[in-house]
């Protein structure tokens, strides 16, 4: 195996696939990125067992100025590999496996020499075939990640809920994670229906790392989905995650469909006020915040405090609220996160009373998503 | 005591000072920041017992915008008012002190309410007066703080060399560190010759602390020195820090005045080759990189070997080359602080025997800047 590549485009791709590549795996070879260099292109692989990613190097596109000598592959310690193509000092570089799987890099007047591993030891990816991939677009699905996986639960005694629920039926996809204490579910409509129902539970981690390749020069994502694994397929790279086995909870019942207390935020200026408010709630035990809400009066009050520092008050900024007055307390770090997944929007929040789940929903579309955050019980 | 000022430039004196803040202090009230406000402006101070700044808010400069309602003092939790301050809503912020310490502060429709401590049990910073104090060229004292610093001992078991040596004398500045594995040493003329002598042990940390405070738009900085403390005065601030008790060891005897082979480099050029060497030998047990000068063929060649991982040789780029034939060992992360101490310029190493300690100087200026690294033995 022999190959010449331009350097930039080599780490690029390196980069992609490293996303996959931890040092803490148990099984050995899996530290190492596989190189497989055909007539047609050089494939890189990167795998933790849970998350594995693939992508292509084509022979024939111009810009990769791929110069291929001979074909085959080799697995090459991931870390220090990407190391050295970062540090090389020219912006073309050659690599060469020699016997016993040295291989040999060079670039301008630098020559290293490391030793490899037999690629045929490296384990394999699996093959998914979908009947009909569902195309996504990229920004929808980045938002939809973003949105969904703050709510996912970071704590393993309930292995599911560390995932999101993905259900796609006809011309509809749902996704839905639950902690426990909150909520966080979001629509799509597809732009064609799927012919195929699927229900299935992807691991937050693993749609965290497919949210950071998804940049903005990616356009659309294909998805296929089989028994155990899911598959994203961006431009030259496959993205692999396995699913999570085990059911689901149904979190459908648990949203509310009527309130008795509804208030419009700006979202950006009630974030500003949660985060000033959470500065005396962290410094107490119990990390709480109180809003009190006076329809007579229309006002709206948040209150943070901690016995040792001391505590702030706000009146905060709304528009149409209306229902009956209230006092609850909640978490002011869920509030924060839900907040900072609406953006620049108006949200509506309603509430049904002071220990019962309330919501939180974009007032210009209050069908694609919805949050549900649970009040803290303080007497 | 009350005032009302531009939460901007509160907001800049305060990060300034709390440079000087540790939450690790024994001393539990130097975990605060105090205030003193007099008719004439606000003085802000913070303290590690080792540093101390202390800046000052003047009531007459139109940009502070400080209306004064009524002087006095108070100590506020240092960590805890910064994040309330970065966060008030409004450009402008109203601090007052009611009874038993507590401080109200108020910006927009924010109303905090946290507890203060009485600044009549703040520790005093030293006075310090010098009959004549020197005048230091901003720019430079950077320059010759961050060439320095980098060759201080991280021992606590010479304290002494955890210091920068500052002797000043005549029309001179010789600033020196060593950690008896390398020697860094930087003279400079002064533009006033000083009447009085100074021998000085000055704390690595505080000077670094110095240099980030340095920044472009400081010209001129102020040196007073007393016989356990340093005071710098930059514009309205002044920065305290005390001096290391002992004697420092004399160098000057450590740098050879002779060279048996001398070879120029491009320092960056020599560095990211040092970068390249160093990630092999970084993964080997003893990390060492190997030089070979041949003069005959006129070569210069960098070899870096990790048993596990695999080796890399470079042929260096040089100018220069003369003397005898030499192979060296050495520690490429002493190299490597060395060189960037240099940053563009040309270098002149000068080397007398394998096991000896060789020079680096800047070709340029041969007599203000001078860098010793010890070699390794491997065999």
């Known amino acids: 195996m022999k190959f010449t590549i331009t350097r930039s485009v080599f780490l690029k791709t390196l980069n992609d696939v490293s996303r996959a590549i931890s040092s803490k795996t148990t099984i050995p070879i899996l530290t190492g990125l596989k190189l497989v260099l055909s007539d047609t292109g050089l494939v890189l692989t990167g795998s933790d067992a849970d998350i594995s990613i693939e992508s292509r190097i084509d022979a024939t596109s111009e810009n990769n100025d791929l110069q291929i000598e001979s074909t085959g592959s080799i697995v090459l310690p991931a870390r220090f590999f990407s190391e050295i193509v970062k540090r090389l000092p020219e912006n073309t570089m050659t690599l060469e496996v020699k016997d016993n799987f040295q291989t040999l890099i060079t670039s301008g007047s630098s020559e290293f020499t490391i030793n490899g591993l037999d690629a045929n030891n490296y384990p394999r990816l699996p093959e998914i075939s979908a ?81 950071r390749m998804l940049t903005d020069d990616i356009d659309q994502v294909e998805l296929r989905i089989a028994e155990n694994q899911v598959l994203f397929i961006i431009g030259q790279t496959a993205f692999y995650s396995r699913l999570l086995e085990g059911n689901y909870p149904d979190t459908t019942r648990l949203i509310p469909t009527s309130s008795t207390t509804t208030v419009e935020f700006a979202a950006p200026a009630l974030l500003a006020a949660i985060q000033r408010a959470s500065l005396l709630s962290h410094e107490s035990r119990n990390n709480v915040v109180r809003l009190t809400l006076d329809v007579a009066t229309q006002s709206a009050i948040i209150y943070g405090n901690s016995p040792d520092v001391g505590n702030v008050e706000e009146v905060l900024q709304f528009s149409a609220l209306s229902g009956e007055n209230l006092e609850i307390s909640f978490n002011p770090d869920y509030m924060k996160e839900a907040l900072q997944a609406f953006g620049q929007t108006t949200v509506e929040v309603a509430f049904t009373a002071p220990l019962r789940p309330f919501t939180l929903v974009p007032s210009e579309d209050r069908d694609h998503f919805i949050q549900l955050i649970t009040p803290v019980r303080t007497y």
Chains 1, 2 share one sequence.
Do not use: C, W
Not at 153 to 171: D, K
Not at 175 to 194: C, F, G, I, K, N
């Open 131 to 211: 009947p009909q991939p569902l195309m996504l677009n990229a920004e929808v699905l980045k938002q939809l990640i973003n949105q969904t996986v703050i709510a996912v639960s970071n704590q393993e005694s309930r292995p599911v809920l560390t995932g999101v629920h993905f259900v796609i039926s006809g011309a509809q996809l749902m996704a839905v994670a639950t902690d426990s204490h909150r909520l966080s579910q979001r629509t799509l409509d597809l732009e064609q229906p799927t012919t195929t129902d699927y229900d299935v539970i992807i691991p937050g981690k693993s749609l965290v790392e497919l949210s």
